[in-house]
């Protein structure tokens, strides 16, 4: 049974920093790609970042390059978000989610992407 957890969130102010973790069980971690995605009410979910562990590669939207770092812990099937130097305009629920790594295929589209968790909410304040 695939599972994804999304933690970490919460209130924060504007240059602060979170940490946000999902935890993964049910599927092979290091044949995946696992990414983060946020969401505000009315607008459409959209991919931040995102981390092959079978390629071992990262990538950034560039809304968030430079501020926030994708990691990857083998040993307990969880990928991290650092989020630093956070904006107003970082606000949103984040979610994590998991899609089997294809050899240079880099997505963040959410459609592509098989499995979810639930959401973790991040807010930062001005």
């Known amino acids: 049974d695939v599972q994804l957890q999304a933690s970490g969130g919460g209130l924060v102010q504007a240059g602060g920093s979170l940490r946000l973790s999902c935890r993964t069980s049910g599927f092979a971690f290091g044949d995946y790609a696992i990414a983060w995605f946020r969401q505000v009410p009315g607008k459409e979910r959209e991919g931040v970042s995102r981390?092959?562990?079978?390629?071992?590669?990262?990538y950034y939207d560039v809304s968030v390059k430079g501020r926030f770092t994708i990691s990857s812990d083998n040993a307990k099937n969880t990928v991290y978000l650092q989020m630093n130097s956070l904006k107003p305009e970082d606000t949103a629920v984040y979610y994590c989610a998991a899609v089997e790594s294809i050899i240079g295929h880099i997505t963040l589209m959410e459609r592509e992407y098989d499995y979810w968790g639930q959401g973790t909410q991040v807010t930062v304040s001005s």
């Open positions: 981390i092959d562990n079978k390629e071992v590669t990262v």
